[in-house]
C-alpha cells in the first residue's frame, strides 16, 4: 500500500473509464467493460501541460454539481474498492474526469455561427479525433456540428488554467458547461493529475494516446 501510494502521487495512476464524453479516443459507459488508462505526472514535471493533451483532472467546485460518491458503506467493501481503484479495476471515489485541453492561460477560445471549428485565436483548430457523426443532434438554431453543440465565447482563458473539452462534443459536460463560475469554466493547472499515455486494458484496445498539436 505504501508503494502504491507512492507511486500514485509522484509518478502516475490507472484509471477507469466511467463514462462516453471523450468516445472515440476512450471507451467508457454505463454498464460496459470501460477502458483502463495509464496516467503519468513525470511530464509535466518537465513541461507544461500543452493543448491536444489528454488528461486527467480534479474538477473545480461547479463540476461538482450532482457528484455522488458511490462506495458501500461496509467498511471492508469499502476498502476493497479503495485499492481496486488503485489498479484501475474500480473508479476513484473522487470527482475525477478526463477532457482534451483545448485552450491555455491567455488564449481566448470561441465557436460562433459560420466557424468552421472551435476557435483558439481566431483559428480553428483540428478536430479530426472527434466523434462523428455526433451522438446527439444539434439545434442549428442556436449552435453547429462544427462547434460540438450550442454556440460559446469568446472566452479568454485564465493564466494558469486550462479550457477542457470531451471528444464527444455533445455528450460531454466540459468547460462549456461551467462558463458561469469563478475560472469561466476552466480548470487551474494545479488540479492536473497527468497525462494519459494509453490505454492498457482491455487487450482488444491497448495503445497510445494521441496528443496532436491542434492549434498548428
Same mark, same amino acid.
Given at each position: =500500500?505504501?508503494? =502504491?501510494?507512492?507511486?500514485?502521487?509522484?509518478? %502516475?495512476?490507472?484509471?477507469?473509464? &466511467? /463514462? #462516453? *464524453?471523450?468516445? &472515440?479516443?476512450?471507451?467508457g459507459c454505463q454498464g460496459c467493460t470501460g477502458d483502463r488508462i495509464a496516467v503519468e505526472?513525470? /511530464?509535466?514535471?518537465? /513541461?507544461? &501541460?500543452?493543448? @491536444?493533451?489528454v488528461v486527467v483532472f480534479e474538477g473545480t467546485d461547479s463540476w461538482d454539481v450532482g457528484f455522488e460518491s458511490h462506495r458501500s458503506q461496509n467498511p471492508v467493501i469499502r476498502g476493497l474498492q479503495t485499492v481496486g481503484s488503485y489498479v484501475g479495476l474500480v473508479a476513484p !471515489?473522487? +470527482?475525477?474526469?478526463?477532457?482534451?485541453?483545448i485552450a491555455q492561460g491567455g488564449q481566448t477560445v470561441s465557436c460562433q455561427e459560420g466557424d468552421p471549428a472551435v476557435m483558439v485565436d481566431g483559428k480553428p483548430t483540428d478536430q479530426s479525433f472527434i466523434l462523428q457523426p455526433p451522438t446527439y443532434p444539434v439545434d &442549428? #438554431?442556436? @449552435?453547429?456540428? #462544427?462547434?460540438? @453543440?450550442?454556440?460559446? @465565447?469568446p472566452?479568454?482563458?485564465?493564466?494558469?488554467?486550462?479550457? =477542457?473539452? %470531451? !471528444? +464527444?462534443?455533445? +455528450? /460531454?459536460? !466540459? *468547460?462549456r458547461y461551467h462558463l458561469g463560475d469563478e475560472h469561466q469554466g476552466t480548470i487551474p493547472e494545479e488540479n492536473i493529475k497527468g497525462k494519459v499515455q494509453a490505454i492498457i486494458l482491455p487487450l482488444s484496445r491497448i495503445g497510445s494516446v494521441d496528443d496532436p498539436d491542434i492549434q498548428a
Open positions: =500500500m505504501v508503494i =502504491m501510494v507512492i507511486l500514485q502521487t509522484f509518478i %502516475g495512476r490507472v484509471y477507469l473509464i &466511467p /463514462s #462516453a *464524453s471523450m468516445e &472515440p479516443t476512450l471507451h505526472k513525470v /511530464s509535466y514535471y518537465l /513541461s507544461d &501541460p500543452e493543448p @491536444g493533451d !471515489d473522487e +470527482n475525477n474526469l478526463v477532457k482534451r485541453i &442549428p #438554431a442556436t @449552435g453547429s456540428e #462544427a462547434c460540438g @453543440g450550442p454556440y460559446f @465565447g472566452v479568454t482563458v485564465p493564466e494558469g488554467h486550462y479550457f =477542457m473539452m %470531451g !471528444d +464527444n462534443r455533445t +455528450n /460531454s459536460l !466540459d *468547460s
